[in-house]
């Protein structure tokens, strides 16, 4: 079981990115799959799911309306699509699936 992130980088404020987390070693359809992050000196926070199955998705509140979690069945992707970016965006972004989790990528929204 594996995953692995990319898609991070340096946008401007109001930018937007696209990570993708590619997973291995099982399907994204039958798992509940999160995205996480964690800015320097701050605790790891939840920011999005997807459920399995038919694939409910719930958002931190921080980023409703700006984020949206989605998957690609057929490749064995989850995907993270970040607009309207904020400074306080900024942290290292991580793909988990219960105790499986990648290892990370660095978002950093700066002008």
């Known amino acids: 079981v594996k995953l692995v992130e990319s898609g991070g980088g340096l946008v401007q404020p109001g930018g937007s990115l696209r990570l993708v987390c590619a997973a291995s070693g099982f399907t994204v359809v039958s798992s509940d799959m999160k995205w996480y992050r964690q800015a320097p000196g701050k605790e790891r926070e939840l920011v999005a799911g997807?459920?399995?199955?038919?694939?409910?998705?719930n958002y931190a509140d921080s980023v409703k309306g700006r984020f949206i979690i989605s998957r690609d069945n057929a490749w064995n992707r989850v995907f993270l699509q970040m607009n309207s970016l904020k400074p306080e965006d900024t942290a290292v972004y991580y793909c988990?699936?219960?105790?499986?989790w990648g290892q990370g990528t660095q978002v950093t929204v700066s002008s």
């Open positions: 988990n699936r219960g105790t499986t």
């Open positions: 997807i459920t399995s199955g038919v694939g409910f998705k």
